[in-house]
DNA sequence: AAATTCCAAGATAACGTTTCCATGCTAAAA
DNA sequence: TTTTAGCATGGAAACGTTATCTTGGAATTT
């Protein structure tokens, strides 16, 4: 069943179908009518593609994330792909997985499917690969790491306000000894954070002391082993900050294995707040990096862009706070007090 | 950049260039030489929507999961898209919310990019909504509640098996007072897990008191309040057992508050095993549905429908086993002896 | 050597829409 | 009343492919 079926049936022109269906304000309400009461009873869908072909407009936005299964991400997809419905956009997920192979077939599908614009959510990996869509002004909007181009939009992340309020807040429950696990440093973000702990440490006086630094990969996995490398390092820590809330989780796994108790022994500071961070054992303190906030900057940022004429000469940006949630991973050094729940830098409480 | 211009490039017909790329073995090698060339220098990457409009094959299969932010459906839309991509089809994910309203919308969606089948991971929600799809003779695949249909196949669970195991491990371990927090029982998996509840206690001749079966929501949330809501009642019980993992850990959450001590106060056992569920605190003992597994079945499911030339008149049956994975979150009863991790009813080992 | 078969390559019709342009009717202007 | 303008509708080209049908040259058979 075609739009020509409706067109015979409906006793209109094929053109006059479409702008029907298109609700073009010019069409006679009584053809209009007409054409829309076949449309109801024969169940007649669009074919996309048919439209995607003349119109020259896909309606698809591309989304590209490092691993799905990384509870960081089902947020930002969720709510990408609610607003984008709204905006009458499909979405095609890709989770490289930080895989360059994945992420080369990935922008290969995407340009077949002629997406209108693609969100790279990889926090600085590999954007080389990504020269075939630059080449075809495919707009892009990056996190952290874009390039100043037309058409590339950039959403920069202000890790050091958060990290600050956490390093402070380590310092003034006396905390000296604070040692930090990077992500994987060739993510351009992870070097970020960890460049956000290095000032945040000497704005205070504290020297952070490079023992103290161990390199994770943003899993959990890697966050045990992270801390056993630090157990068995020279200077045992007091307090770890970790580059992101699966690190986090991965440390406090692991002390309790170790019979380390959290917060008396350790305290534990996470980064991104994920939802499941609230549930830890104990509630761990985060800091905040908003997922929906940033999923809806991303894809404003895109549609903007696809509505723009004339692109600016160097793109977009956009920038997204951080800000520490105080939960009951830390308290004072040696010390058994739980500080209640709330938010620094910012009015309004969560839950 | 279109098949046009590679034709006029590499001086052969635009038909053989679409011999060329489709691979067709007639095509002379150095014709198919040349046509290749010409696409490598020019970047060229053929129009998907002018390929389905005219072969029919949009190769391309919805995915409608009911909250990927449940971490149990990440690892299903990995696993999903992996093996889509991997025999060239593109997914059309949609995360219901359980709001039949977008169940309705993905619905659309789907059809009019014309998708060549559906999963439809709700696990027992608003089928009707499902009508249009039937009508269309597209392929389905449903978990747990599919109807017997034409190009509609059903992936069964046997709870039985995982949820009996859970039971007797209990009972082995001396509980008697064993509660069930349920999902929400609407959906008719939820339903399905909690009668194999019920008859595996009576299996062993424990008569399942109504007082310490509550309803919860497959939320963390839900968990929470349901334990609360346990606690509250008649009968104290000594060990849980949860409809999901979710619920388990909003269990885990609400009796550290309460200054319960998993497992020794209370044993607590999940139900999905769930990545997560190794890494709570303590480890949570979990019957598997192997998250990987149903993705795997239901892509080739459908594939095999959609390959298939004369459906069988009642769809495909599939069926995916339960096991129970122990870890530290049971105990005996009022005692304190943990079990090592190990999984019953499987010859491996997990991590 | 002529007739037949085979098969690779080209020409072109489809696929289902949108959009441009032509058309003819109504209403306004002369 | 006649001419012009305005505008809703219809006709048909276009989008970029695949698939069908045709063609012509080489290979095989007689």
């Not at 959510?121 to 037309?150: A, C, H, N």
């Not at 707040?273 to 830890?280: N, S, T």
């Amino acid at each position: 069943m075609d739009i020509r079926e409706i067109a015979r049936r409906a006793k209109v022109s094929t053109a006059t179908v479409s702008r029907a269906i298109n609700r073009v304000p010019t069409v006679n309400p009584l053809l209009a009518k007409r054409v829309w009461s076949v449309i109801e009873e024969l169940g007649y869908y669009p074919n996309t593609q048919a439209r995607a072909l003349v119109s020259g407009r896909s309606r698809i936005f591309g989304l590209i994330v490092s691993e799905i299964t990384n509870p960081f991400f089902p947020e930002i997809v969720q709510v990408f792909e609610t607003i984008a419905v709204q905006h009458r956009y499909e979405i095609l997920l890709t989770s490289t997985g930080n895989d360059p192979q994945r992420m080369e077939s990935s922008v290969r599908r995407m340009i077949e499917r002629r997406v209108e614009g693609v969100a790279i959510m990889t926090f600085g990996m590999e954007e080389v690969l990504l020269e075939d869509l630059k080449l075809r002004k495919v707009p892009l909007v990056f996190v952290d790491v874009g390039p100043s181009r037309p058409r590339v939009s950039n959403i920069r992340i202000d890790y050091l306000n958060g990290i600050r309020q956490a390093v402070q807040h380590l310092a003034a429950l006396r905390h000296e000894k604070i040692a930090f696990i990077t992500g994987p440093l060739r993510l351009k973000s992870a070097v970020a954070r960890q460049q956000a702990f290095l000032r945040s440490m000497q704005e205070i006086g504290l020297e952070p002391d490079p023992a103290l630094i161990v390199e994770g990969d943003h899993t959990m996995e890697g966050g045990m082993a992270a801390f056993t490398r630090l157990l068995a390092g020279p200077i045992r820590p007091t307090a770890v900050l970790c580059s992101n809330d699966m690190t986090a989780i991965g440390v406090m796994r692991e002390s309790h294995d170790a019979g380390i108790s959290i917060p008396r022994d350790l305290s534990v500071v996470g980064f991104d707040d994920i939802r499941l961070a609230q549930f830890m054992l104990p509630p761990l303190t985060s800091v905040q990096m908003s997922q929906s906030e940033l999923a809806r900057l991303a894809f404003h940022a895109l549609l903007a862009e696809v509505e723009r004429e004339t692109p600016a000469p160097n793109g977009t940006e956009y920038v997204l706070k951080t800000s520490l949630v105080l939960r009951e991973s830390t308290s004072l050094i040696s010390g058994t007090s739980k500080p209640e729940e709330k938010r620094l830098g910012s009015p309004s409480n969560r839950r």
